[in-house]
């Protein structure tokens, strides 16, 4: 079992920038992807950016939907700190949102997640 905590969210001016941190623990042996998903108030969550770890590419899932904010968002990750970070650049009051983490066992993002971290909230003033 793997285990999820999403952090750094608050607020953030308009044109600045934000970066959220996902510290996995447990069960992180052999492949496995993490990615980043976002929930506006009111409307459902989508995905954002997966990375993958291990041999195989676990993060295949190719679309344009969300383009705009994906060309202004940046994964990384520290394998010292195991964690996983999401940055977005020149964010908007419609990234207002709760971000959340998940992995996944399989190539599945952003359709189904294995485990999934709590959320933080990120609220962009204009």
Partial sequence: ???????????????????????????????????????????????????????????????????ELKDRSTISSDSAKNTVYLQVDKVKPTDTAVYYCAAAEEDSFPYYMDYWGQGTLVTVSS
């Fill in 1 to 67: 079992e793997v285990q999820l905590q999403a952090s750094g969210g608050g607020l953030v001016q308009a044109g600045g920038s934000l970066r959220l941190s996902c510290e996995v623990s447990g069960d992180t042996f052999g492949e496995y992807s993490i990615g980043w998903f976002r929930q506006p108030p009111g409307k459902e969550r989508d995905g954002i950016l997966c990375i993958s770890f291990g041999e195989k590419d676990l993060c295949t899932y190719n679309s344009d939907y969300l383009q």
